[in-house]
Structures are given as structure tokens and as C-alpha cells.
């Protein structure tokens, strides 16, 4: 991969900055990179990334432990002329033979598949016995790939599907607590719903504002009545 193509990719998912991308992106990329890093020690053997698009983390989750990490995709996309997967995928069948991998990473991609009980079907079909599937998904979101972003789950739903495909155990968590959830939503009305001129006006206060809803904000709850938060994320074992 070219170099300057590279150093975009980690400035845009694991060396991000507030000042350099909107704060919006900013937001959901660093829960995300907290769901993965917390991902990563665990990571060992052959892991697939499951509609990889850029494989932004690849080369962040490295370890010594990894056998060999796979990229699978959809038929060729806009990206593909910067990060070519290993396989691509027809949306159906995952181009894997049975028990094949150790873990399968799925990042904001649950959301765009319609037959989730037929996608968790596959991604059990490919784990190893005791294989993990990590996911995230957003809750928090404009509507984004139309038309083809189909769900917002709620936890209960999830462990319903987790239940109905018969996994052995799982473990669902916020991206993001209350304040989180309240912090991207002020940034996308600040990113998308104001003219350029307004969010010059409110950039300052936007941003002292954000940032004191995020040193407030707390993950360390129960999925509870009243709870909102702004994603999800989890460890899924078969």
C-alpha cells in the first residue's frame, strides 16, 4: 500500500484527532478504536475481517499470535483500488470453509445486512469451536450506504439473535453512555444541519461542550429503562 495512503487511513481510525476531522467522526472512530483495543489482546490464530472496506485495523490488531488475518468484501466498491480484499463475497455465503477461523470481526456492518439471522448463521459456520465474533453497531447515526442501512438493534434484540443461533455465550456493551450519545448528536446537528457560517460561530463552544460531555460520560451500566447509549459492542462465543 502506498505510503500517504496508509498514513490517511491511521490518521482517519487509530491516530485520529479532534482538529482534523469532524467532530462527529471524531466521536463514534474513538469508541470504536476503544472497542478494538480492548479486542486486541485477544486476538490469536487466523482472524476474518468480515466486509473489511478498508481494513483500517489490521495492521493496529498485529500481534505475534496471529496466523494470518483475512479480508473479505462485498464485489468490488470505490475503495478497492486503494485496499483490495483477500476474498470477495456475494452477500450470501461467506468464501470460507467450515470452522476455518478463530475470530471474525465485524465493525458498523450488523446494521447493513437485512437477514441477520442468516448472517450469524454464516459467521458461526466459519468459527472454530470456542471462536469469537466481535462486533460494533451504531445507534446514534444518520441514515448512511442508503438504502442499504436496515436496523438500529437495541441489546435485547441482539441477544435474542445470539440466542436463536445458538451461541454459547455473549457479552453486549456501550459504545458510549448517556452524555456520548448526546455529544454526537450536538456534532451532527453542528456538522450537517447548520450552514458553514453558524458552525464558525458555535465552534468554540461546541467544542468545550463536547468535550465536557465525554470527560462525563459513563459505560459502566446495565441496559436498563431510561438508559440510552450511543453504540454497541461485543464478544460473541460459539
Not at 33 to 60: R, S, W
Not at 132 to 155: A, G, I, K, M
Amino acid at each position: 500500500m502506498d505510503s500517504n495512503i496508509e498514513k490517511t487511513i491511521n490518521d482517519s481510525f487509530i491516530n485520529i484527532k479532534q482538529d482534523k476531522i469532524l467532530i462527529s467522526f471524531y466521536l463514534i472512530r474513538k469508541s470504536l478504536l476503544e472497542a478494538v483495543t480492548e479486542l486486541k489482546p485477544k486476538l490469536h490464530g487466523k482472524i476474518l475481517d468480515l466486509a473489511c472496506g478498508l481494513m483500517p485495523y489490521k495492521d493496529f490488531l498485529k500481534n505475534d499470535l496471529i496466523e494470518e488475518y483475512i479480508g473479505v468484501d462485498l464485489e468490488p466498491t470505490e475503495y478497492h483500488h486503494v485496499v483490495k480484499p483477500d476474498y470477495y463475497w456475494d452477500g450470501n455465503t461467506i468464501p470460507l470453509e467450515n470452522e476455518s477461523v478463530n475470530f471474525v470481526i465485524a465493525t458498523e456492518f450488523l446494521e447493513h445486512y437485512f437477514d441477520t439471522s442468516h448472517i450469524l448463521k454464516e459467521i458461526k459456520r466459519v468459527l472454530k469451536p470456542g471462536g469469537t465474533f466481535f462486533f460494533t453497531v451504531p445507534n446514534v447515526w444518520p441514515l448512511h450506504e442508503v438504502p442499504y442501512d436496515y436496523h438500529r438493534f437495541t441489546p435485547f434484540a441482539l441477544e435474542e439473535h445470539f440466542k436463536k443461533t445458538k451461541f454459547s455465550t455473549w457479552e453486549i456493551k456501550p459504545l458510549g453512555g448517556f452524555h456520548y450519545h448526546l455529544a454526537i448528536s450536538i456534532s451532527l446537528w453542528s456538522d450537517f444541519g447548520l450552514s458553514k457560517k453558524k458552525q464558525k460561530l458555535i465552534k468554540p463552544f461546541l467544542h468545550f461542550f463536547v468535550k465536557f460531555l465525554v470527560r462525563k460520560d459513563k459505560k459502566d451500566f446495565k441496559f436498563s429503562h431510561g438508559k440510552m447509549y450511543s453504540g454497541l459492542y461485543g464478544f460473541v462465543v460459539k
